[in-house]
C-alpha cells in the first residue's frame, strides 16, 4: 500500500505515462476546526482509457478487490472516469468514479423530464481501513431553475436550517448568477450507503468566476467552521487564480458539515 505522498505522486507519474490527455481540479474541504487541503482529482475521457488501465491504476491506489464488480456493468456507458485523492495526517481517501453526462445529456433532451438522474458513480477507500469501501452516487437535477437550486441546496441541511456556511455557499451561487445571468447551473446531490452523507454540488463553471471571487463567503465559511485566517488565506493565494469549477457542501459521512471548493488546473479535453 502506498504511504499518502506516495499514493499522490504515483497517482500523476501514472497518468503522465499514459500519454493521453487529462483535466485536473485541486480543491480544499473545510470541516469542523479541519481544512484539508491536499485533495486533487484527475478526469480522462473514457476513449483514451481502457477498462483495464483504469482498473490497474486503481487497484495500485488500494482498491479492494470487490469494488471493480460494482463498476464494470456501467463502464461501457461512462463518457469519462476518474480519480481522486484526499490527503489526511496518517492516510489518505482515494476515489474512482464513472461519468455518464452524455447518457444523461441524451435523455434530458429527448424527455424534457426533471427526474434526478446518475450522474456519477464511483467507490471510496480510506487507507488506514483495508478492504473498506463506500460506493458514492451523485445523482442530477436537470433543468432546475437557479431558485429551485438554492431551495434544494437549503434543504440539503439538516431541519432546512441553513448554517453560515450554508448561507456562505448560497452566497456564491448568487454571485455567479448575478456574474452570468444565462449561465444554465449544474446542480447534483450525493449519497452514500451506510452513512449520513447528504450533499450537494453546484457546478459553477459557466459563470466564469475565479476561486478569489468567493472570498468573502469562504472567509465567512472558515469562521464559521473554526477555521483559523491564515489557513483559508493560504488556500485563496494558491487556488485564487484559477476557474472556480464547482463547490459541494452538506453533511459528510461522519454526519459533520463541510463545504468544499474546486479550482480547475487543467481543462478536461472534450
Not at 456556511?165 to 449544474?186: D, H, I, Y
Amino acid at each position: 500500500m502506498a504511504t499518502t505522498s506516495q499514493a499522490f505522486e504515483h497517482l500523476l507519474q501514472r497518468v503522465s505515462e499514459l500519454g493521453v490527455p487529462y483535466g485536473r481540479e485541486d480543491s480544499f474541504k473545510m470541516a469542523p476546526g479541519r481544512m484539508l487541503q491536499n485533495r486533487v482529482l484527475i478526469g480522462i475521457q473514457s476513449t483514451h482509457l481502457r477498462a483495464s488501465a483504469f482498473f490497474d491504476i486503481a487497484s495500485e491506489l488500494g482498491m479492494p478487490g470487490d469494488c471493480p464488480a460494482l463498476l464494470l456493468p456501467q463502464m461501457a456507458q461512462a463518457n469519462a472516469l476518474f480519480f481522486g485523492i484526499e490527503d489526511r495526517p496518517g492516510g489518505s481517501v482515494c476515489k474512482v468514479y464513472l461519468e455518464f453526462w452524455d447518457r444523461v445529456r441524451q435523455q434530458v433532451r429527448r424527455t424534457g423530464a426533471k427526474t434526478p438522474l446518475l450522474l456519477h458513480m464511483g467507490v471510496k477507500w480510506d487507507s488506514a481501513l483495508a478492504g473498506r469501501h463506500e460506493l458514492a452516487r451523485y445523482m442530477c437535477y436537470p433543468l432546475l431553475s437557479n431558485q429551485d437550486i438554492l431551495r434544494r441546496m437549503a434543504a440539503v441541511y439538516p431541519h432546512n436550517k441553513l448554517t453560515l456556511a450554508g448561507e456562505a455557499a448560497l452566497g456564491m451561487v448568487c454571485q455567479g448568477v448575478k456574474r452570468n445571468p444565462t449561465a444554465s447551473l449544474l446542480y447534483l446531490e450525493a449519497s452514500e450507503g451506510g452513512n449520513p452523507r447528504c450533499s450537494f454540488d453546484v457546478n459553477l463553471y459557466k459563470t466564469g468566476m475565479r476561486v478569489a471571487d468567493a472570498g468573502p463567503e469562504l472567509r465567512l465559511a472558515a469562521g464559521h467552521l473554526g477555521i483559523s485566517p491564515e489557513a483559508i488565506e493560504a488556500q485563496l493565494q494558491r487556488l485564487g487564480s484559477c476557474p472556480l469549477g464547482h463547490l459541494s457542501g452538506g453533511t459528510d459521512r461522519h454526519g459533520d458539515e463541510f463545504l468544499s471548493v474546486y479550482g480547475e488546473i487543467q481543462a478536461l479535453p472534450a
